[in-house]
T-cell receptor, first 115, second 116 residues
């Protein structure tokens, strides 16, 4: 995943529009990826996950796309609502189910939904 | 399901004192618990991995004598910040992994520590 940075990327959308949040990861050995949503002052909340043997997975209003060739992950949110405003983090796991299981987080993207 | 709680949600302490933060998995047994630290507008940084009944594994650069972790049971892990200083002020978040087929970590609500 991306290293921690001092600047949080931002995305501003209108209510009802679709949002696409991107994430680049660096470890080609990563085999499990998760998107988390974090509201101000709260812990991360699981949104959706995907394994490396898939390139797309859909949930309720959300879709995650994985492109292993370019090591890119994206989160698509359909019909974005004001309640979707939060920071979104991608996380990768390089040892799925193994003894060294742990997640590495990307820098996050601040999504602001304008009514 | 998969609820993780933390206590306290916020704490203010004087420099030099120690603070204990609890992390509990409420409706599942956690094979492993993790402790993260997050500064404003930054990502989560893993501090340590905690397995029940064994010593925690600390990430590089994290002082084990300063951040004491105890994982007494499959539902409780504690983080004690010893001799806290203002630079230790941060948002501390725990997560729990139930193991097995699921790889998802479930996060607690976080604890805001302010050291005066």
């Amino acid at each position: 995943g991306e290293s921690v940075g001092l600047h949080l990327p931002t995305l501003s959308v209108q209510e009802g529009d679709n949002s696409i949040i991107n994430c680049a990861y660096s470890n080609s050995a990563s085999d499990y990826f998760i998107w988390y949503k974090q509201e101000s002052g709260k812990g991360p909340q699981f949104i959706i996950d995907i394994r490396s043997n898939m390139d797309k997975r859909q949930g309720q209003r959300v879709t995650v796309l994985l492109n292993k060739t370019v090591k890119h992950l994206s989160l698509q949110i359909a019909a974005t609502q004001p309640g979707d405003s939060a920071v979104y983090f991608c996380a990768e796991n390089t040892d799925s189910g193994g003894s060294n299981y742990k997640l590495t987080f990307g820098k996050g993207t601040l999504l602001t939904v304008n009514p | 399901g998969a609820v993780v709680s933390q206590h306290p949600s916020w704490v203010i302490c004087k420099s030099g004192t120690s603070v204990k933060i609890e992390c509990r998995s409420l409706d599942f047994q956690a094979t492993t618990m993790f402790w993260y630290r997050q500064f404003p507008k930054q990502s989560l940084m893993l501090m340590a991995t905690s397995n029940e009944g064994s010593k925690a594994t600390y990430e590089q650069g994290v002082e084990k004598d300063k951040f004491l972790i105890n994982h007494a049971s499959l539902t409780l892990s504690t983080l004690t910040v010893t001799s806290a200083h203002p630079e230790d002020s941060s948002f501390y978040i725990c997560s729990a992994w139930m193991g097995g087929a699921t790889d998802t970590q479930y996060f607690g609500p976080g604890t805001r520590l302010t050291v005066l």
